[in-house]
């Protein structure tokens, strides 16, 4: 190669992946790797992912090795202060894991690894963490915590958590609740909002009431279309006059039964930082949607209107726009059910296996908003080849959909691992993140992990 590298392949396939292919590969741009088996390029590359490429004549061009992809594959991170520390920072929180990833300080937003994701259910210290105000402080005593109902019904309620309990049947579901940005890193040019990877989603026991046995006492009036939430967290400017975030849903998805008011994760008391001591739970839909810190909810005779409700957040494009183009507020349409995803939960990226193994044992999840998840298949050779994962049997609506499979490698060396997930319409994860917008929802690329073996 005659280029001088002023910077390290692991940078130049960050930065700039063609020109990478260009310098590693010994040629200028072109669609694929195919053909380029020996020399130079190809040792290059074996050197900057620690092994032989078994199936590096499947590489497609301009791919950024997994093993390299050590911040989002699409999206430049934002300056960083040349007194802040490098890398990830990580969560320190009581009661919270120390790997979490804060990826917002104000407020306080942290994803979780995907390979701490590996629990059928989502233990609360590994649970992720997403605030759009000030967190307030923790409810002294939760059963006297009030919540009122109002709008358009015939009878007003105002009840206390304590009286909820009392008064109506509880019930306790294993179910997501994810990040309506989630994904949000995995698009080019880069999307405004925090840069979720695949960590801003979890899988928790929830235990509360059905929304709709209360909205039933309320007696809704035909009017009545649309719900409007709020609650108790001060907006980050202080003003206690300013709503943080009030989002609302169709009273379709409101009367779901497993639409709830929850006051228990996991068999406890609903921690303050996930939105005790009383917070709603929408499963399958963006969880903005799922008021933390709930006091009223109010019925509402037309579409809500409240802040994170308008403009282009928390909305897809209904017609592609040009990516990073001027958006056009009439071209949008309110996010409901997510997309469907999944993740590789076991082994992590990076992992490094013994010289010799032949057969891994891959675990994942996945998940696909208001539909179930048909099948999910998984790749070591970029896609060329597919193998069907075992799809191992949910315990309600919303769960997610854990999977194992064991798969076959011919050789030591470096392999990639591919996972892809289809949902019951036929809807498949994409290569790359579809359908551009400016606030980045909808990023659902298929998950892959770099796997070392010897």
Known sequence: MTDKIERSIEELYRDDPLRADAVAFGRETGPSRRGFLGGTGLAAMSAAVGGTIPFAANMPGGLIPAAMAQTSPAASPPPIPATAPKGPQYLKYPGKNDKLVVIGERPLVAETPENLLDDDTTPIEKFFVRNNGQIPEEAKDPDKWKITLDGEVNNKIEITLGELKAKYKAQTRRMVLECGGNGRSFFSPPASGNQWTNGGAGCAEWTGVRLADVFKSAGIKPSGIYTSHYSSDLHLSGNANTPTLSRGV???????????????????????????????????????????????????????????????????TINPMVPGGKADPKNFKILESM???????????????????????????????????????VSTDYGVTWQPAKLEKTKNRYDWQRWN?????????????????????????????????PSGYGGNTMHRVAVLIG
């Open 250 to 316: 169709r009273m379709a998805k409101a009367m779901d039964p497993d639409s709830m008011i929850v006051w228990a994760m996991n068999g406890q008391p609903l921690p303050n930082i996930h939105g005790g001591p009383v917070r709603l739970i929408y499963p399958g839909w963006p969880g903005s949607a799922s008021q933390k810190w709930l006091t009223r909810i109010t019925i509402r005779d037309k579409e809500h209107d409240g802040p994170g409700m308008t403009g282009t957040s928390y909305r897809l």
């Open 339 to 377: 997309p469907v995803r999944s993740i590789i939960t076991s082994p992590a990226n990076g992992a490094k296996l013994a010289a010799g193994t032949r057969e891994v044992k891959l675990r994942g999840a996945a998940w696909a908003g208001d539909f179930t998840v048909r099948r999910v298949d």
């Open 405 to 437: 499979v064991a798969v076959k490698l011919p050789s030591d060396g470096y392999y990639e691992v591919w996972a892809r997930a289809t949902d019951s319409r036929g809807q498949m994860q994409p290569h790359v993140a579809p359908n551009w917008n």
